[in-house]
């Protein structure tokens, strides 16, 4: 469900809410229609339970994050440049809205359901095609290290994106996220970019 009506994306942003304050477990229907004051046949009408909110909510996730790749991997920018972009925006987004957060790194939540765990791992799968391609590049122009396989450099970018929202998940949301990650990226470009080789006259 890419497109929402008026209706649905007031009961999707509820259900972010209540995620955002009260965590994953208590979103219910009953939960959303007491937060927007409406029965349980009036929402039941615009989504068939708790798992349709949930996808449309990956929904809404894919449709941001890939109208960013598709903007970032068609600007000049160099590779590098591309997944710092990447990067950075996704922390400002995770930010800026917590229940979103949440959901995407909630591995309860993609072990209890399957359908939706399903659609995560799509969406996943699409982006990291997107971003390899600039790891790639950037390797080719001599930016990061060429030595290790694109897909690790990939997968230590995203590993260390969602260590940082889980340590912050974990803290209760006790420190400044965005900031956070702009000197987490400064410390991974500096691992990544490619080291010239140094002599030393005797």
Same mark, same amino acid.
């Given at each position: /469900? ?26 219910? /229907?009953?939960?959303? =229609? ?14 068939? =339970? ?28 160099? =590779? ?23 959901? /995407? ?49 990939? /997968? ?47």
């Amino acid at each position: /469900m890419s497109d929402l009506n008026r209706r649905q994306s007031e009961i999707v942003n509820a259900a972010l809410e209540i995620i955002a304050t009260s965590g994953v477990q208590e979103l219910t /229907m009953k939960n959303v =229609g007491r937060r927007l004051d409406m029965t349980d046949a009036a929402l039941y009408r615009h989504f068939s =339970g708790k798992q349709d909110i949930l996808l449309a909510i990956t929904d809404l996730f894919e449709v941001s994050s890939t109208r960013l790749l598709e903007r970032i991997t068609a600007s000049p920018a160099t =590779g590098l440049t591309q997944v710092k972009m990447f990067f950075l925006d996704r922390c400002r987004e995770f930010a800026a809205n917590r229940g979103l957060a949440l959901v /995407m790194f909630s591995d309860e939540l993609f072990r209890s359901d399957k359908k939706v765990s399903n659609r995560f791992f799509e969406i996943m799968s699409r982006h990291r095609d997107l971003l390899l391609n600039a790891v790639i590049q950037a390797q080719q122009n001599g930016e990061i290290n060429r030595t290790p396989p694109p897909d690790h450099l990939f /997968m230590i970018v995203m590993g260390a994106l969602r260590l940082l929202v889980t340590r912050w998940r974990s803290s209760k949301f006790s420190f400044d996220l965005d900031a956070e990650g702009s000197r987490l990226w400064l410390s991974l470009e500096d691992l990544l970019k490619e080291k010239k080789n140094e002599t030393t006259d005797h």
